[in-house]
């Protein structure tokens, strides 16, 4: 079982100091989702509504730890930028953007970035993607809301060229790109895509590494969505590993013995049930808490992964 940390509306500075706790009490990961705008004013409605299938009711909620997900108050760093100064200040912990908004970046540029993150976490980098639901973000950027599913299946495609290093041309609907090259060497990025509706899960098994949940599934909701994935893959003949990330409602050991007996070995727990406090000795004692309480820390002590 490996459990990470799913994190959003966060200052560097404080994500930062997060990852290296993180990573020295023996968390696997650390997810950071994204916004490149928040609108003041907007009617668009985050798809994680409650008593949709695949969320529970907290998770259905349109907001972070009780806040709306786009407001004056949020944090949104660039997720690379960020997620590279966490990768300077650590060495085991795995990263990765949970979701990054592929649709609103040229591929070409996308590819650039995440290269030179994976290269400088020594392969420790996952691009987690998702093809967005803020219209009025769109329109702020200048980038069309409509089309933007069939922009992240070639945008896939894209960086799946560039990424193998050398020359490489793409001719599709939306990108037509002439030989070009970014990199001469291949680099490793697994390529991670998010969304818990039909669609979503079939683009997933058929273009992607892995999986990321939307929201937060209970674990009944859990263990149908994994299902149905497991029936896409099979269905398209997919044999090759594919990993799945769950965010989970709370950091509660007999929670987590309950998806470990079911089998899931990736979860999250949520940035603000973990990192809470006014300073930072009380959010270091509280995470130093929760994962003494899942056993993060007999583990990591036990594979001589920290002192």
Known sequence: MRIGISCYDQSVEDLVTLGTAAEEFGFESLWLGEHVVAPMAYDSTHPAQPGESGHSDRAGRSDHDGKPIVDPSVY??????????????????????????????????????????????????????????????????????????????????????????????????????????????????????????????????????????????????????????????AGAGRTEPFETTWRIAAPDPELVERYAAEGFENLLVMKYDVWVGDDLDTRRARLAATADRLGLRAVTASNGAHA
């Open 76 to 233: 949104l760093p660039d997720p690379l930028i960020a997620l590279a100064a966490v990768a300077a200040r650590t060495s085991t912990l795995r990263l990765a953007t949970g979701i990054y908004l592929l649709p609103l970046r040229h591929p070409l540029l996308t590819a650039r970035a995440v290269a030179t993150l994976a290269e400088l976490s020594n392969g420790r980098f996952a691009l987690g993607v998702g093809s967005g639901w803020l219209r009025e973000e769109f329109q702020a950027l200048g980038v069309p809301f409509a089309g933007r599913t069939g922009r992240l299946e070639e945008q896939v495609a894209v960086l799946r060229a560039a990424l193998r290093g050398g020359p490489f041309e793409f001719h599709g609907e939306h990108y037509d790109i002439d030989t070009v090259q970014t990199r001469p060497t291949p680099v490793h990025v697994p390529l991670i895509l998010g969304g818990n509706t039909e669609p979503a899960l079939t683009r997933a098994v058929l273009l992607a590494d892995g999986w990321f949940t939307s929201g937060i599934p209970t674990l009944e909701q859990a263990l149908r969505v994994r299902d149905r994935i497991d029936q896409l893959r």
